[in-house]
């Protein structure tokens, strides 16, 4: 059954209630309010469409994630990043991260999905303190990065683009390692594929997600997402 959204309410169905094919499929319509965002997030929920089409909502099972005891940095990488000049950076440039992985998805012919009205909606959660961004840069070019949103010690990474080798695998090997450090949790890579797979993403039932979603046992430390350098 797939679930019509109204406009005057962010409630959203549990998500048990998703379609098995597509897979995820839970609800369509409604709006990319902040706080409709927010609380699709904090239910495990998130959007996923063409500009064409109206907005669909997903909550797939299983889910792919990445835990602090999950990642795996491989010895040319750990080499990689020890002998590297690339610089990363948390928070710096939310906006030209955002613009940068639709225009590589774009390229790519992947889907238009982080159209304008997803760069708006996400953006405006940044402004707000739930979106966040890494940033790697060559000098003062930026060559990499990704962005996702926070739910606690939960982090919901949204996409990731890079033009130079090794940019957004630094991006997320680099910021998985401080945001574990700090007390995160869980990086939520929402679906697998061959790139998450290969730096230690896995599958987890989306009601163990769930669980670790509402049940938080550890606090990220305080102002950790203050813009800053992660990596000199």
Not at 57 to 76: E, K, Q, Y
Not at 85 to 99: C, P, R
Not at 199 to 218: C, E, F, M, P, V
Request: one cysteine or more; proline letters at 5%; a neutral charge.
């Amino acid at each position: 059954m797939l679930f019509e959204l109204a406009n005057d309410s962010v409630w959203f169905p549990s998500p048990e209630f998703a379609l098995r094919d597509p897979d995820g499929l839970l609800a369509v319509g409604g709006d990319l309010h902040p706080t409709r965002l927010i609380e699709a997030y904090r239910n495990g929920i998130f959007p996923w469409y063409s500009a064409a089409d109206p907005i669909l909502w997903w909550s797939p099972d299983p889910r792919t994630v990445f835990t602090p005891d999950s990642l795996h940095i491989s010895r040319s990488m750990q080499r990689f990043l020890k002998r590297t000049s690339l610089h990363v950076t948390l928070n710096k440039a939310f906006e030209q991260v955002i613009q940068a992985c639709a225009k590589v998805h774009e390229l790519a012919d992947r889907g238009v999905w982080i159209h304008p009205e997803m760069q708006k909606a996400y953006t405006q959660l940044y402004q707000l303190g739930h979106a966040h961004s890494v940033e790697v840069w060559d000098n003062n070019q930026l060559v990499g990065g990704l962005y996702g949103v926070s739910v606690g010690n939960v982090f919901c990474a949204e996409s990731m683009f890079h033009t130079v080798t090794n940019a957004s695998k630094t991006a997320l090997l680099v910021f998985a390692e401080v945001f574990f450090a700090a007390g995160g949790q869980l990086i939520d890579a929402q679906i697998r594929n061959e790139h998450t797979a290969s730096l230690g993403a896995h599958d987890i039932s989306r009601q163990r997600y769930l669980n670790k979603l509402h049940t938080q046992n550890t606090l990220l430390r305080t102002n950790f997402w203050t813009p800053r350098s992660l990596k000199a």
